[in-house]
């Protein structure tokens, strides 16, 4: 059966699927990943909203056969298509394909350290803790799988699941008294023999970075790999193929140190003297810049700043730590991890600052935040790296070698969007995936071959295909492709089927200051009012930092209250992302305020959510280093950074934020910007029309009329 008759009013998705509707973009795009698999091509395809782009990936690469590697943006978006979209199709088209779910190891639950948190349960910080301890005792043995979120009772974030799923640090591998029971190795293996494996981004690029260094890859051979919301690709793949250590890391090795130690090896060393000086010397680095929270380059720093002599007393101090274990790694299996541990930290410590590899450069520079500091090394360009692995190119020697008014906020805060300390460890666990499973199974996710190259002896026939809703910018691809290297890409382009300039309305009020002026943020609450009390609440207020989303906030909240109107305010923070979301539908007249976590991977449909407020253009930070870094290696190279670089980027997370309006052929609303630039600067207009097309407006009165028709 060929795919027009599979996607056809009379076909099996039909009859399977609740509303189903034929749309000729999604059999285009169908076709088009179809001929990427049978080819080994790579292909990127921009799909909008309401094509259907999962079916349109799935039934090819279900129907073509061989292994199948599908990578999510988040474990939710991962959960949902391995629980719902996923099954649905394969039993739609009734084919006998196996599925797997592989997630990193701080997602699945550890019999060892469950052990030794219930024989220290004394230590468990509050009575919370206790009592998700026991939910988790009752959970562990009736669990297939031991996937911490599979167990509702205990949140995903709760602090207990810390104490009882293994870190690349503490796990004890096939060491460990419960190796034959893992959970975690049951899923590598389950996910060996599956034909379809779901991941996410961060384990794929775990999967690639541990490659690179030549450690064997930990994802199963693939005949084609899917990246789903691939504008995310290349923000992960910075994080991943960079470098991070953090005193939170350090403080952390300090408190598991002193706990084993006095547990294996009290006889010794006195080991809270032993401690004591990185203890001292990790805290100190923190107090090297006041009370300010920044962002720096090594070369802002300074050639006299208080920071580098701290660090020669940090590395001091914990390559005693190092000595320390040394001498007692032979007494236990958890010893010998500590001391790895700290010798792994100490070589990061060792490479910050250190020079940068002119074929490959790299950027160091510090992230200071309310109670600590991280040091990053971070990688300016991706392209190369990803070429390498993606076309089975041997990364040789360098795999062994250790503007203007434009930007004024950010899209991502320190806190909201910048790796913190909790996921930096979370990188380093999905980086650390599997190492010490059995690998029998050599192969791997993420080699292939593209049209017109020769296909290196040791790499399969393999097809790469990269879609989202917002990959292009009016159609041109090279803002993604360049930072991916995916020069030899075939790249097409679907507009979402729905009828915007009838069911949308895109609304810039006249009038406001600029973002960058202290009272834009109180001005788009106050422009927004009228429109939120026509709309009856219903609405989300997308913020570009978590400054404005608490300034937003609270002046929303105060003015509503004021006047007896019924519109509960809900703001980012209160509560985690997934309760919010359930307030706000049960709500049905709710106002929800956030920042970064709410522009995308959100879906409300229908009356529950018509107004869509956006407070500012979302230029990357002005303040991040690495982006001042490569707009000046942009500029030295005779470009534009600013036109070639800081709007594509600001149109794809735009094109993101407004894609929370509308989700279905029956959804109508309004998008409101509350940025002038749109309007009064040149580029602003390359900018809206890379948004749906939506009937415009700049009068309220219009705005509150079509809002009062819903």
């Known amino acids: 059966m060929d795919l027009p008759t599979l996607f056809s009013a009379s076909g099996p998705l039909a009859r399977a699927l609740d509303g189903y509707c034929v749309r000729h973009e999604q059999i285009e795009m169908s076709q088009a990943v179809q001929a990427a698999i049978r080819d080994g091509r790579t292909v990127v395809l921009e799909a909008g909203t309401g094509v259907g782009k999962t079916a349109a990936y799935l039934v090819p690469a279900l129907l073509e056969g061989g292994k199948v590697v599908v990578s999510t943006g988040t474990k939710a978006l991962q959960d949902q298509l391995f629980h719902r979209d996923l099954p649905a199709v394969r039993d739609a088209l009734a084919v006998p394909v196996k599925v797997a779910l592989l997630k990193g190891r701080s997602n699945y639950l550890c019999w060892h350290h469950l052990e030794r948190t219930n024989q220290d349960a004394t230590l468990l910080g509050s009575r919370q803790e206790v009592r998700d301890l026991s939910e988790i005792n009752r959970f562990a043995p009736l669990s297939a799988t031991g996937d911490k979120a599979e167990c509702p009772t205990v949140p995903e974030h709760a602090p207990i699941w810390a104490r009882v799923t293994s870190t690349r640090e503490n796990c004890l591998g096939s060491d460990c008294p419960r190796y034959a029971d893992c959970f975690v190795v049951r899923a590598r293996r389950e996910a060996q023999d599956a034909d379809v494996v779901v991941v996410n981004h961060h384990l794929f690029f775990a999967d690639l970075m541990l490659r690179e260094e030549g450690v064997p890859e930990l994802l199963p051979q693939a005949q084609t790999i899917i990246f789903d919301e691939a504008h995310q690709l290349p923000d992960t793949a910075t994080l991943f193929f960079g470098d991070t250590v953090s005193t939170a890391q350090l403080l952390d090795l300090l408190r598991d140190t002193l706990a084993i130690g006095q547990a294996q090896a009290r006889d010794a060393a006195n080991w809270n003297d032993v401690l004591a000086p990185l203890d001292r010397a990790a805290r100190d680095l923190r107090l090297c810049f006041g009370q ?419």
């Not at 190279?637 to 279905?664: C, D, E, T, W, Y």
Request: some cysteine.
């Open 292 to 710: 300010a929270q920044q962002r720096l380059s090594m070369d802002q720093l300074g050639a006299d700043h208080p920071l580098l002599p701290a660090l020669g007393t940090l590395r001091e101090a914990l390559g005693q730590v190092r000595d320390a274990l040394d001498q007692q790694a032979e007494r236990s299996v958890d010893l010998q991890q500590l001391h790895r541990r700290s010798q792994e930290l100490l070589q990061r410590l060792i490479a910050w600052g250190a020079p940068e590899r002119a074929h490959e450069p790299e950027l160091c520079w510090v992230d200071v935040g309310s109670h600590g500091v991280q040091l990053h090394r971070t990688p300016i360009s991706v392209a190369d790296v990803f070429r390498r692995q993606r076309l089975g190119e041997d990364a040789g020697e360098d795999a062994e070698d250790g503007a203007g008014d434009e930007p004024d906020d950010t899209l991502n805060d320190a806190a909201d969007g910048l790796m913190d300390d909790e996921a930096a460890q979370d990188l380093a666990d999905l980086q650390a995936l599997f190492a010490d499973a059995p690998t029998d199974n050599a192969g791997g996710a993420s080699a292939g071959e593209h049209a017109g190259s020769p296909q290196p002896a040791h790499r399969r026939h393999q097809a790469w295909v990269f879609t989202s809703a917002t990959l292009a910018v009016k159609n041109d691809f090279r803002h993604f492709t360049d930072a991916l290297g995916l020069e030899d890409a075939e790249c097409q382009s679907w507009s979402s089927p729905y009828n915007y300039p009838e069911q949308a309305m895109l609304y810039v009020p006249p009038g406001l200051p600029l973002p960058s002026h202290a009272g834009h943020t109180a001005a788009v609450v106050d422009a927004a009012l009228p429109l939120i009390r026509a709309n009856r609440g219903r609405a989300f207020v997308l913020c570009t930092s978590l400054r404005a989303v608490e300034a937003a906030a609270a002046r929303l909240k105060s003015l509503l209250e004021a006047a007896g109107d019924p519109f509960p305010v809900l703001r980012q923070g209160d509560a985690p992302r997934p309760t919010l979301l359930d307030d706000f539908r049960r709500a049905g007249n709710a106002v929800l305020v956030g920042s970064h976590s709410f522009w995308e991977g959100i879906d409300v449909k229908g009356d529950a959510l018509t107004l869509v407020v956006i407070d500012k253009l979302p230029f990357a930070p002005p303040d991040d280093p690495v982006l001042a870094k490569r707009l000046e290696l942009l500029s030295q190279a005779g470009g534009n950074p600013f036109m070639s670089h800081q709007v594509p980027q600001a149109i794809i997370a735009l094109k993101q934020g407004a894609g929370r309006l509308i989700r279905s052929e029956t959804d109508r609303g309004v998008l409101m910007i509350c940025d002038t630039r749109l309007v009064d600067k040149p580029y602003g207009r390359r900018i809206w029309q890379s948004l749906p097309p939506m009937k415009r407006t700049r009068a309220e009165a219009e705005v509150t009329a079509f809002l009062a028709s819903l």
